[in-house]
């Protein structure tokens, strides 16, 4: 059973446009929600993370929005641009933070 | 910096075959975590290292056993390879106490046939 559901699984968005992601989880003892970035070959990186204390993060183009009542969080992407073709993954974690639990991943395509 | 280095990149095993996996980080992290990361799946936590000479399970430990030989280096081993053992290792680190952010490695293709 997995602990974060993640959709869809693949994207394509063209450049300039808005990429959504959107993830859901179960568990309310859940308090950190960060997303991952993964270009092929590659190990996934921290792209951004928020905690349930606020509604919304916002870095550069990326935002993650958080409904804590809906158990739902979703990244947004703006004005997308090809080099953010990449795999991304959410995830949530509690307490230590020693476990995480990832969502299945969307591959994302921008086209130019 | 190296960051998180695994070796070997890729392998290929027959079943019931053994291997190590080898992991080593030089951020000076407390936490070391392998994950298998698997098409439709994500990553799924395999077994974690907290602290120089604890492990835990993760959600998938059975078939692998693991080692921490010190704060840099956390293996994962194999003993008996199965088809089901397929997948694309990853190691991590993090840094205690904030252990939010997770280093990952660039992973181990494993085919096991």
């Known amino acids: 059973q997995q602990q974060v559901k993640q959709s869809p699984q693949s994207l394509i968005v063209q450049k300039g446009g808005i990429s959504i992601i959107n993830c859901a989880y179960e568990?309310?003892?859940?308090?950190?929600f960060p997303w991952y970035q993964q270009f092929p070959g590659k190990g996934p990186a921290l792209l951004i993370a928020?905690?349930?204390?606020?509604s919304e993060k916002k870095e550069g183009r990326f935002t993650i929005s958080f409904n804590k009542s809906a158990k739902q969080f979703s990244l947004h992407i703006m004005d997308s641009q090809p080099g953010d073709s990449a795999t991304y993954f959410c995830?949530?974690?509690?307490?230590?933070?020693?476990?995480?639990?990832f969502g299945s991943g969307t591959k994302l395509n921008v086209k130019p | 910096n190296a960051g998180v280095t695994q070796t070997p990149k890729f392998q290929v095993l027959k079943t019931g075959q053994s291997m190590t996996l080898q992991c080593a980080q030089d951020?000076?992290?407390?936490?070391m975590y392998w994950y298998r990361q698997d098409p439709g799946m994500g990553l799924r936590l395999i077994y974690y290292?907290?602290?120089?000479?604890?492990?835990d399970k993760g959600e998938v430990p059975n078939g692998y056993n693991v080692s921490r030989l010190n704060k840099r280096e956390f293996s994962l081993r194999l003993e008996s390879a199965a088809p089901s053992q397929t997948s694309v290792y990853f190691c991590?680190?993090?840094?205690?106490?904030?252990?939010?952010?997770?280093?990952f490695g660039s992973g181990t293709q494993l085919s096991v046939l």
């Open positions: 290292s907290a602290s120089e000479g604890t492990t």
């Open positions: 928020i905690r349930p204390d606020v």
């Open positions: 568990n309310t003892a859940f308090d950190y």
């Open positions: 991590a680190s993090s840094d205690y106490p904030n252990n939010e952010k997770l280093f």
């Open positions: 951020m000076n992290h407390n936490s």
């Open positions: 995830a949530a974690s509690k307490d230590n933070f020693n476990k995480f639990y």
